[in-house]
C-alpha cells in the first residue's frame, strides 16, 4: 500500500462497547415476540452482520415477515436508548483527538447511518471525522454488507490507496478487502485473534489506545 493517508472504523465493538445495548434490545424483542431471552455471551456474536441477518439467526427463520416485524419492534426501542446504553471504547476520545489531525477519520459500520450518527453525536465524537465521514446502512432490510458501506465510504475519501480499516470481526475485514484496503483487528470488541487472521487482518492491536503508535509505524513503513 502506498502512504498510509486516511483511517476507517467499524462502529460497533471498535469504537464502542455496544454489547450492553444491542443484548438490552435483543431481549426486549424477544419478549415482546413470547420467546426466552439471550444471555450476552449469545448475542456477542449477533453483533456485526447485517440486523436482519441475525435476526434471522435469533428467530431461526428467514421468513421476511418473522424477521421483518422482529427488526420494527428491535428499532422501536434501539431508537430511544442506543445513545443512552452504549458506551464509549476505553481511550475513545483520546485516541480520536490524536489520530484526526494526522489522519482524515471515518466510520464504517453496518449499523444503520441513522443511529451510528446519533451515538457518535452523544458521545462528542462526530467532529473528528473528516467531511462528515460517517457511512452506514439505510433502514432498508436489503442484506448489504460492510462492503457497500465501505463502497461509499472510499467514495468520499478519494479511493482505497492509502487507507486501513479497523475492525473486530471478520465481516470488517472481507468487506474492506473487497476493496483493497488492508485492515487492523483489534481484540477488545466482539471477535476474536484467530477469527480476525482466519479472515486476513493483516496487523492486529490490543485495543484502541495501541492505535496511534501502530498506525505511525504502518506510516514510516510505507514511507521508507
Excluded at 148 to 174: F, I, P, S, T
Amino acid at each position: 500500500m502506498p502512504r498510509l493517508r486516511g483511517v476507517l472504523f467499524d462502529l460497533d465493538g471498535v469504537l464502542i462497547d455496544s454489547l450492553p445495548s444491542i443484548t438490552a434490545c435483543m431481549n426486549y424483542t424477544l419478549a415482546q415476540l413470547g420467546r426466552p431471552p439471550l444471555a450476552a455471551e449469545r448475542v456477542r456474536p449477533l453483533i456485526g452482520p447485517p440486523l436482519e441477518d441475525s435476526a434471522a439467526v435469533v428467530l431461526g427463520t428467514a421468513d421476511p415477515g418473522q424477521v421483518e416485524a422482529f427488526v420494527a419492534t428491535y428499532r422501536r426501542r434501539y431508537a430511544q436508548t442506543c445513545a443512552q446504553e452504549s458506551l464509549p471504547a476505553a481511550g475513545l476520545r483520546e485516541v480520536l483527538a490524536e489520530l484526526s489531525p494526522r489522519w482524515p477519520l471515518a466510520v464504517a459500520t453496518s449499523k444503520a447511518e441513522v443511529f451510528a450518527r446519533q451515538i457518535l453525536d452523544a458521545l462528542a465524537v462526530t467532529r473528528h471525522f473528516a467531511r462528515g465521514g460517517v457511512f452506514g446502512r439505510s433502514l432498508a432490510l436489503d442484506h448489504s454488507g460492510k462492503a457497500e458501506v465501505v463502497g461509499r465510504a472510499l467514495a468520499v475519501m478519494g479511493g482505497a490507496a492509502g487507507l486501513v480499516m479497523v475492525g473486530d470481526r471478520e465481516h470488517d475485514v472481507l468487506g474492506a478487502a473487497a476493496h483493497g484496503v488492508p485492515t487492523i483487528g483489534v481484540l477488545h470488541g466482539m471477535g476474536s485473534r484467530a477469527e480476525l487472521e482466519a479472515a486476513g487482518a493483516r496487523w492486529i492491536a490490543a485495543d484502541l489506545r495501541a492505535l496511534p503508535a501502530l498506525l505511525g509505524r504502518i506510516d514510516a513503513d510505507e514511507r521508507a
